[in-house]
């Protein structure tokens, strides 16, 4: 069933503030309406069940972006779109499945470069630098932002947010190497980061919180720094509440600004503004593992988690619609494996020809037959 609101408790909080303001009263009011009552995603029907949404894609191309030298692909949560020449940014996790720490043993660049048209390698970087690479961003200016989600036996590597240029020369961390934690200077499985055009930074923090059980300080929160990385503010905690989260497991911009976030272990979408205001949550994308919107704000929301125990009978796969509600108008399929929810990606991206491309996580890699699957348009 999709949700609906007649007047947004947002829209009733702002008439009163203004109403109180036009009586000349010079009170500062604080507009921001407490969050809606939260939806219990058990009670939501996944639209795709009803067997009307359109495929929008003609071709799938599986084990698309071949790896040098012959590497097989292991598991990867990350692809992104370079904003100054339209090319694919993406990671893979040094030939290892799942959270396997593949990339703190071995000596091959996790980050690559691929030709949108031709899937060749045009560049590599990253060897040694991480234990297990996660989310992935390329800001305005064509830098490659990747956060590193679990840290190392020796304390020297992971729980970090790193800016690279182009060339993979390292610009910025966020976060101390191989120390988790949940105060400002400190990340704890940091699960995406993505930057607002002015530059600030903002970080999605806690990766075992979907867990039935999470581990011991086990966050949930979205901190923002500014530009040169000094931190500002955070919001959020453990929990399933609104302005909660359980696994915030990728972000996403509008074109108004608004801050998307996929949580994933609530089986929603929550949205802000960029100061952490509530803003609204969406139910009809279902457990979405990653979150692209493209300048038109069509959103891609990829689930590659839906099972019977975690959210009903859903299925996996890329349910598409607009960014300003929650109603899902477009579906690609997913691969068709030996569960009937099929199998899906962990991330996704779109490039200027609408065409799709997905990053095959633990889930998905074997049915993808590579890292990266390719989805062309009709």
């Given amino acids: 069933m999709q949700t609906s609101k007649t007047l947004p408790l947002s829209s009733f909080f702002t008439l009163l503030a203004l109403s109180v303001i036009g009586c000349g009263d010079?009170?500062?009011?604080?507009?921001?309406?407490?969050?809606?009552?939260n939806v219990n995603s058990a009670d939501v029907t996944d639209p795709v069940a009803s067997g009307t949404l359109p495929n929008p894609i003609s071709e799938v191309v599986k084990g698309w972006g071949p790896l040098p030298d012959r590497r097989s692909w292991g598991s990867t949560a990350g692809v992104d779109i370079d904003p100054k020449d339209g090319h694919i940014w993406a990671y893979d996790r040094c030939g290892a499945y799942a959270l396997d720490g593949g990339c703190e043993v071995s000596d091959v660049d996790p980050v690559l470069k691929f030709d949108r048209n031709t899937g060749e390698v045009l560049a590599t970087f990253g060897s040694g630098l991480f234990v297990l690479p996660h989310g992935i961003h390329v800001d305005a200016e064509g830098d490659v932002w990747i956060t590193d989600s679990m840290g190392n036996q020796s304390g020297t590597k992971g729980h970090q947010a790193i800016k690279f240029s182009p060339q993979g020369e390292v610009l910025l961390t966020l976060g101390k190497a191989g120390?988790?934690?949940?105060?400002?200077?400190?990340?704890?499985?940091?699960?995406?980061?993505?930057?607002?055009?002015?530059?600030?930074?903002?970080?999605?923090?806690?990766?075992?919180?979907?867990?039935?059980?999470?581990?011991?300080?086990?966050?949930?929160?979205?901190?923002?720094?500014?530009?040169?990385?000094?931190?500002?503010?955070?919001?959020?905690?453990m929990g399933s509440g609104?302005?909660?989260?359980?696994?915030?497991?990728?972000?996403?911009?509008?074109?108004?600004?608004?801050?998307?976030?996929?949580?994933?272990?609530?089986?929603?979408?929550?949205?802000?503004?960029?100061?952490?205001?509530?803003?609204?949550?969406?139910?009809?994308?279902?457990?979405?593992?990653?979150l692209f919107?493209?300048?038109?704000d069509t959103l891609y929301?990829?689930?590659?988690?839906?099972?019977p125990a975690q959210h009903g009978d859903w299925s996996t796969g890329i349910r598409i619609g607009h960014a300003s509600r929650d109603e899902v108008t477009a579906f690609v399929p997913p691969h068709e494996s030996d569960i009937p929810q099929g199998a899906a990606g962990e991330a996704v991206a779109v490039d200027a020809d609408r065409d799709i491309y997905a990053a095959e996580g633990p889930y998905s890699r074997e049915a993808a037959e590579g890292g990266l699957t390719k989805y062309i348009r009709r």
């Fill in 26 to 37: 010079d009170t500062q009011l604080e507009t921001k309406a407490d969050p809606v009552p």
């Fill in 179 to 237: 120390v988790a934690g949940s105060g400002p200077s400190l990340l704890n499985e940091p699960c995406d980061v993505i930057t607002a055009p002015n530059g600030d930074i903002f970080v999605s923090d806690g990766h075992s919180g979907q867990m039935a059980n999470p581990p011991a300080g086990t966050t949930g929160r979205i901190i923002k720094y500014n530009k040169a990385g000094e931190y500002i503010t955070e919001w959020g905690q």
């Fill in 301 to 307: 929301a990829i689930d590659s988690e839906s099972r």
């Fill in 242 to 290: 609104p302005g909660e989260f359980r696994t915030p497991h990728a972000l996403a911009f509008d074109s108004q600004g608004r801050l998307f976030v996929a949580d994933r272990g609530n089986n929603r979408i929550q949205i802000y503004d960029q100061d952490g205001n509530y803003i609204d949550s969406y139910y009809q994308f279902g457990r979405i593992s990653g």
């Fill in 293 to 296: 919107i493209d300048g038109d």
